[in-house]
Structure formats: structure tokens, C-alpha cells
């Protein structure tokens, strides 16, 4: 291992963690990762793996059968299996949102009976925001939830997006409780933790998943819409326990995710750098290594660079929130800045490459039909940008 991404007063549980998982990816993820990407081929061998390993677990208290570990243990985690495969981290993304939002906002009877099934693996969550006719306009959300005279809802409506929607088991789904509150749309808004059978089809009354949606990359992990055509559900499966809170409660769980794909990008861009400096450093042209040559000397210097800077701005943002503190603004400025870094570098290996990077079987191949998606996950660039000048317009208000 080079210089790139250390990081400084990391515990020996913490060195000890992100070894074993470093060697899952060396030993069996890198290996097989292109062909099972190849073969849109869920990574079941490895998902089981990392059940065993406790990192379904790895942020959920102890009290709960969790390690207890920190959101910037996460990220590292994160950091280490996108190196290998994104799609592996993303596997584990939504679970850890989900286990995040039942942690800190569910009632103590739901984390009693959610957070030791997630911990183990036995349970595993996704989450849904979106919908066909909307992306990032979260209160204009219309999949209703009305209340009956049971104590029961009925949920009628379309959520699209669902990554790990065919394989998960619970999903946290945010939709429209009319009535539920006052002061804006988003005060309607509701979570409600939906149990589900895995897989596809009708996989409970009301509940119909699909299929997979056909992607020109981020394969191997399912992503599906959710449809509900009069869904009952009990009054008790609201997240704490109350309605109207949902959009606040997502927009917690969104921050954690947005580290996640900060974390993700590094790790794919780190990849990419390596693949780039492997390469250029045994393809020879006029009679020495292409590195030599001052055109691919500053490109990788540039790319090294680059990682480095994200994954320092992945770091402090998962150290803020581990404070206790707000991080949407450091959350949005790594999202931002690593999704794009992370862009360029994989296209700079590929220039690196040649003709050898546009050819299938090759890894950068496969890294660069990945990288586009973390530009539009957990909210577009221009989002991050938005919500980002939001709040300095905030911190140095005249």
C-alpha cells in the first residue's frame, strides 16, 4: 500500500477492522469482481462474508449485537470495499441508513426488534425517497398513506430508485400522510418500516417489486421501483412512533448517506489510480515507461492528488457528524468534490490506458461505466451545490 488515504489516530480496533476488510478485497472481491459485473450477478459469496465479518453490524450498538462503531469507521469501511467493487459498498449503504434512522429515531420497541436482525444480516434495509416523477423535490412526494378506522394505513403509489429493493427486507419508505402536520408540505411527510419478503414480484399484499432496472453500470446490485396498490399497514410500523416527522428523519439518514458516496468515490478513484500508476509504469513507448513521459507524470500526479483531497474531506466530514454536530454542509462539500475528483481520475486512467481501456474484460472498463452514478446519488452535484452555498449564505450572513 502507497501514501494515499491514511489516516491519522485511527484506534487498533479501528487499524485492525479496515485490515480485514482490505484483505476481503484483495482476496475475494478484485478477483471476481469484473465477472460478476459482467453477469449482473448479486456478490452472495461475498454479502456473506461480510455477514460474518460483523460490518452488517458495524454501526450498531453493542447493546444490540452491533461493534458500535463510528460513522468514520464506516466511511473507511466504505472506502476499502468501493476500491474493490462499488456495488459491494453499495449493499451495504441503504442497510446502514436504515439501521442509522431505526437507532436514532425509531421507539424502543422498534429498535428492540429491528436493530439485533439488522446487526446479524438476518434483516437487511433499503430506503426509499424518489419517484418516477420526481428526484430531488422530496416534498412533492404523492405515494399516500391514509389512515382507516383500524389504527391501520392503506399506501397507494409508486417509489422508484430502490437500490437493494428485490434483496432487502426492510425498507424505510417516506410517504404522504395528509393531515399529519402544518407549516409546509414536507410536514406531511411520514416513515413507515416496511417488512418484506426478498425478492420479486408480488412479495406481500399491496407490495409489488418488478424487477431490476437494466443500468449501464452499478450492476450486481438490484435497483427497483416499489409499487403499492392498497398496502396495509399497522400504525405501529410509523418510524418513532409518529407522523409528520419523516422528512426530517430522511434528511438525518441522507447526511449519513452522503458520506457514504464521498467514501465510495475515494474508493473507486483510489482504485483507478492504481490501475493508472500500475499501468503506466509497464506500457513502454519510446523506449521507456509511459510515466516517464511528462503528459502522464502530471496526470497521475493530479490524480493522486485528488484522492488524497477527497478522502481528507470524507474524514472530517464523518469526524463532525461523530460529534454530535450538524455535517450537512461537509457532508454536501465531500459528496460533491469526491463524486467529481473521483470522475476525473477514472477518466484519467482510462486516457492512460489507451486503447486497452475501452475494451471489455479490462478493469478500468468497468470503472468507468461506475463513476457516473455517484455524480446523481444521494442528490446531484448541483444539489450539493445548492444546499452547500445555502449554508455559507447561513455562516457568513452580513
Not at 453493542?62 to 468514520?72: A, D, F, I, V
Not at 474531506?313 to 459528496?335: C, H, P, T, Y
Not at 468534490?337 to 473521483?342: D, F, S, V
Not at 486503447?355 to 452514478?373: D, S, T, V
Request: negative net charge; contains cysteine.
Amino acid at each position: 500500500m502507497g501514501r494515499l488515504c491514511e489516516t491519522a489516530d485511527l484506534t487498533d480496533v479501528q487499524r485492525d477492522m479496515l485490515a480485514a476488510v482490505r484483505d476481503l478485497v484483495d482476496s475475494q472481491i478484485l478477483p471476481v469482481a469484473t465477472e460478476l459485473e459482467a453477469r449482473d450477478e448479486y456478490p452472495t459469496a461475498i454479502v456473506d462474508a461480510m455477514k460474518e465479518m460483523g460490518i452488517f453490524g458495524l454501526t450498531i450498538d453493542e447493546e444490540y449485537g452491533g461493534l458500535g462503531e463510528s460513522l468514520l469507521t464506516y466511511a473507511l469501511v466504505v472506502e476499502e470495499l468501493a476500491r474493490g467493487w462499488m456495488s459491494i459498498s453499495g449493499v451495504i449503504n441503504t442497510h446502514f441508513i436504515v439501521a442509522h434512522l431505526v437507532a436514532q429515531h425509531g421507539t424502543g420497541e422498534q429498535r428492540a426488534a429491528y436493530l439485533p436482525r439488522l446487526a446479524t444480516g438476518e434483516l437487511t434495509g433499503a430506503f426509499s425517497m424518489s419517484e418516477p416523477g420526481l428526484g430531488s423535490d422530496v416534498a412533492a412526494i404523492s405515494t399516500t398513506a391514509v389512515r382507516g378506522s383500524d389504527d391501520r394505513y392503506t399506501i397507494d403509489g409508486a417509489k422508484m430508485w430502490l437500490t437493494n429493493g428485490g434483496s432487502s427486507s426492510l425498507v424505510a419508505v417516506l410517504v404522504r400522510t395528509p393531515g399529519a402536520g402544518s407549516g409546509g408540505r414536507h410536514r406531511e411527510l411520514t416513515t413507515f418500516l416496511v417488512e418484506k419478503t426478498p425478492g420479486f414480484g408480488e412479495v406481500a399484499p399491496g407490495l409489488t417489486i418488478p424487477g431490476k432496472i437494466d443500468k449501464m453500470g452499478y450492476k450486481g446490485i438490484d435497483t427497483t421501483e416499489l409499487l403499492f396498490d392498497g398496502y396495509s399497514i399497522g400504525a405501529d410500523k410509523i418510524l418513532g412512533g409518529e407522523p409528520g416527522r419523516g422528512f426530517y428523519q430522511m434528511m438525518d439518514g441522507v447526511e449519513v448517506g452522503r458520506v457514504n458516496v464521498a467514501a465510495r468515490a475515494v474508493g473507486m478513484a483510489h482504485r483507478a489510480f492504481e490501475l493508472g500508476i500500475d499501468y503506466a509504469q509497464d506500457r513502454e513507448t519510446f523506449g521507456k515507461p509511459i510515466a516517464e513521459h511528462q503528459a502522464v507524470l502530471f496526470r497521475l500526479a493530479e490524480m493522486g492528488t485528488k484522492v488524497e483531497a477527497a478522502h481528507q474531506m470524507v474524514v472530517r466530514a464523518a469526524r463532525i457528524k461523530d460529534s454530535g454536530q450538524r455535517n450537512d454542509l461537509e457532508a454536501g462539500m465531500a459528496k460533491y468534490l469526491a463524486a467529481e475528483y473521483c470522475h476525473e481520475v477514472v477518466e484519467d486512467a482510462f486516457r492512460i490506458h489507451g486503447g486497452y481501456g475501452f475494451a471489455k474484460g479490462f478493469e478500468i472498463e468497468r470503472l468507468y461505466r461506475e463513476a457516473p452514478m455517484l455524480l446523481i446519488g444521494e442528490g446531484t452535484a448541483d444539489i450539493q451545490r445548492m444546499i452547500i452555498g445555502r449554508r455559507l449564505l447561513e455562516d457568513y450572513a452580513k
